[in-house]
C-alpha cells in the first residue's frame, strides 16, 4: 500500500514541476539595469563568476597546507624520535629535553 503512494506522489511531484515551470525572472531594478546598459551584463556575470570561484580557492589553498602537512608529518616524527634516542643513549639519567624548534 505505501509503494503505490510513494509512486503517485512521485509522478504528481514530477508533473507539478514541469507543467508548472515559468523562466525565472530576476528583481526589476537588476533587470532594467541589465537591459538598458550594454557593459553591465558583462561585469554582472563576471562578479558572480569571481563570488563562485573564491570557496574553491580558499579550499584548495587549505586542502593543499593539510596535504603538505600531513605528508611532512611521518618525516619529522621520525626525526624526533631519533634525536630523543640519540639523547637517551648519551644521557639515560636525565630526562629528554626539549626538540629543537623545526624551520
Not at 550594454?38 to 586542502?63: C, D, E
Not at 611532512?72 to 629543537?100: G, I, K
Amino acid at each position: 500500500m505505501l509503494r503505490p503512494l510513494k509512486t503517485l506522489l512521485l509522478a504528481a511531484t514530477i508533473a507539478l514541476t514541469c507543467g508548472l515551470n515559468s523562466p525565472a525572472m530576476a528583481c526589476p531594478g537588476c533587470k532594467n539595469a541589465n537591459e538598458t546598459d550594454n557593459l553591465r551584463p558583462r561585469a554582472y556575470m563576471l562578479s558572480i563568476l569571481f563570488m563562485l570561484g573564491m570557496p574553491a580557492t580558499v579550499f584548495t589553498g587549505f586542502g593543499f597546507a593539510f596535504y603538505r602537512m600531513a605528508k611532512r608529518s611521518p618525516a619529522d616524527a621520525a626525526a624526533l624520535e631519533e634525536y630523543l634516542q640519540q639523547h637517551a643513549s648519551q644521557n639515560p639519567q636525565q630526562s629528554p629535553p626539549t626538540p629543537p624548534a623545526a624551520n
